[in-house]
Structure formats: C-alpha cells, structure tokens
C-alpha cells in the first residue's frame, strides 16, 4: 500500500530525530525539537558534530516540509511527539488525543458561530496538539494564546505551531500565576488533574481547598474564567469524577454564580488508555449582563469513535440541539 504524506512525513522526522538522539545521547522529545527547529530554520544548529552534520545536512536536503498542508504537519509531528511520550511521560502530561481534538475543535466552532476575531487561550498547552487542532476547524480565530510550565513541550508546542503556520502567543508560565493578557473569548484546554503543590498561590483562588492542597483542576477553572470576558465560552477536557470528588460542592457553587452550564459530554472509554484516565468534555459560557442560561443543557454520552453509524446520529441530534439552543 502506498504511504500517505503524513506517514512519509512522520518517517523522515522519525529518522533524522533518531540519528539525534544516537548521537547527542539525547531523549527522543529532546531530539525531536532539534529536528523540528532545524527543519523550520532549514540549516543545522551551529554546534553540530562534524560526523553528526553530515548525516543532517542529507536529511534536511530531502525534507520539504512545504510541501505538506497543515494538517499533515500537525498529525506527522503528532506522531513523533507520541512515539517520544510512550512509557517516558507522566500520565497528567499526555497529550490531547486527536479524536478528542476533533471533537473539542467541532464544539469551538459551534459556540463561536457568527463570532468574528475570537480570541483563543488554552493555559495548558502542552505540545499544542489540541489547541492547533482547534484552529484547524475555526475559521475565524483572532489573537491565540498558549501557556505550558514544562520547559520541554513548550518548546515542541512553539516549534509545532511555526511547522503550521499558526501565529500564537506562548507563556511559559504556571498558569496558576497572573498573566498579562486581555480577556479572551474562548478557553480551550485539557486540563492537567491532581493536586497544586503552591498553597501559597491557591490562596488567591475561591476554588482553594478549605483544608490541605488544592485540585489543580479547580483552581484551572477559575484561573480560565479569570481570562474570559463576559458571554465567552470555555471548553474543557476534565476527569469523568470531577463533578463527584470530595471537594465538588464548593466547584458546584462557584459555577451556578459564575457561570452557565452549556452542555456536558461524556467521551467514550474507548478514546483512552483505561477507566480510569476517562474523561468528559464540560462546555461552559461566562455569565455576564447579556447572557441567559440555556434552556435544557447538552448533555451526550458520545458512542465509540469507530462507531460511525452511531457518530453520525448524534452529531445530526448536536446539530439540532445547537440550531435550536444558541440561534444559528
Ligand atoms: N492539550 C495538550 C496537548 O494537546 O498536548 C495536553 C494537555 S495535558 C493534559 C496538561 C498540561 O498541563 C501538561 O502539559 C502539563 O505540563 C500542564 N500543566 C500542569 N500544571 C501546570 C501549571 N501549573 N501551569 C502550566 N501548565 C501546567
């Protein structure tokens, strides 16, 4: 069978990332932001190894990456990213998987309908798997911005979106921390969950515990709505139990005043690597003067993705919901 671009593509950065890392004695995602830099600079980084260089110099020469659309980029570097995540990386760390980005992507651009200019933050950015993934699908995105604490992804996160083409904004920053950045009027993120080590930093938070750490999770929440202008729409990728955790009540109440319920999904097991990593996706839209809650919200136990019969009939039943929920 013939290879797609995407598999040619992941080949060639698979390859030279590999000769990296043999040499450098680097890890593959080390490596792997070597061989996007060098091919978005399309030259080699000054202190290359002589031996190392000539090797290089052959892959470069054969790797055209505008050739390739958007997309391809994206899936091709997503592959490389997950191949140097396997078994390395923590599991609150990983990224976005890419049904999970499509899904997100499609409820983007059903809440922004009509909206012109949005303006796009994710305060966990991560590689930027999902935050690229969305702007794919938005047709009318503005100003976006990114923030990540791990030095390592956000430097694939930066070199990814140059790869696409994509002009983002990147802090390199604990999101728990303030920003300096306008309100915007979409939050996309996939939340890190666990608990927030900074006690000090969660006092700033409603959402804080009343006793020992606070869920990382929460103070992510209110820290997104802190950056959303009134009647913006925030999309999260949250942990299935987060509405059923010890300290769900306070979350509970903080969102019945601040914000509306927009719609909840429940994304398939399928789409994860056990029960317990099962996420949902929880669409909230910041209250302000002119904002009224929905009538009924969205609520969706979305089929395995493989299921297309079963995908079909509940994007047609969303479809149907959004016409008749949010005015399109
Ligand atoms: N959407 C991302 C992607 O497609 O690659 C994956 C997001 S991952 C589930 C959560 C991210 O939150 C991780 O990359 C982690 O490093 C980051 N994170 C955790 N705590 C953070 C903090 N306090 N400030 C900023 N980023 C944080």
């Given at each position: 069978m013939e290879k797609t671009d995407v598999e040619l593509l992941f080949e060639q950065i698979d390859n030279t990332t590999e000769n990296i890392q043999q040499?450098?004695?680097?890890?593959?995602?080390?490596?792997?932001?070597?061989?996007l830099e060098m091919i978005f600079d399309q030259q080699l980084p000054e202190t290359t190894e002589p031996e190392l260089k000539e090797k290089l110099q052959r892959d470069i020469g054969q790797l055209e990456v505008s050739a390739y659309g958007t997309t391809e980029i994206r899936k091709a570097v997503q592959l490389a990213m997950l191949k140097g995540m396997k078994g390395a990386t923590q599991q609150q760390h990983l990224m976005t998987p890419e049904t999970v980005?499509?899904?997100?992507?499609?409820?983007?651009?059903?809440?922004?309908?009509?909206?012109?200019?949005?303006r796009i933050f994710d305060p966990a950015s991560g590689t930027a798997n999902l935050l690229t993934a969305v702007l794919g699908q938005l047709e009318n995105a503005g100003t976006v911005s990114a923030s990540e604490v791990d030095p390592t992804l956000i430097k694939l996160a930066v070199l990814n979106a140059n790869l696409q083409q994509q002009e983002i904004e990147f802090f390199h920053q604990d999101s728990l921390r303030p920003f300096l950045l306008d309100p915007v009027d979409?939050?996309?993120?996939?939340?890190?969950?666990?608990?927030?080590?900074?006690?000090?930093?969660?006092?700033?938070?409603?959402?804080?515990?009343?006793?020992g750490l606070s869920?990382?999770?929460?103070?992510?929440?209110?820290?997104?709505?802190?950056?959303?202008?009134?009647?913006?729409?925030?999309?999260?990728?949250?942990?299935?139990?987060?509405?059923?955790?010890?300290?769900?009540?306070?979350?509970?109440?903080y969102l019945q005043e601040n914000a509306h319920i927009v719609g909840v999904l429940q994304l398939p097991e399928t789409a994860f690597k056990s029960e317990k990593n099962r996420k949902s996706i929880l669409i909230l839209q910041k209250q302000g003067p002119e904002t009224e809650a929905v009538k009924q919200p969205l609520l969706v136990q979305v089929p395995s993705f493989k299921d297309t019969k079963a995908m079909d009939d509940i994007l047609a039943q969303m479809n149907a919901w959004f016409a008749e929920n949010m005015n399109q």
């Open positions: 040499y450098k004695n680097e890890t593959y995602l080390d490596s792997l932001a070597i061989t980005a499509l899904f997100v992507g499609y409820l983007a651009d059903k809440v922004t309908a009509g909206q012109k200019n949005i979409l939050v996309v993120s996939d939340l890190p969950v666990g608990y927030y080590p900074d006690d000090i930093r969660a006092n700033d938070f409603e959402l804080k515990a009343d006793e869920y990382s999770h929460h103070l992510f929440i209110e820290q997104s709505m802190n950056y959303t202008a009134p009647g913006g729409y925030l999309i999260f990728v949250i942990p299935e139990f987060l509405f059923d955790s010890d300290q769900s009540d306070k979350l509970h109440a």
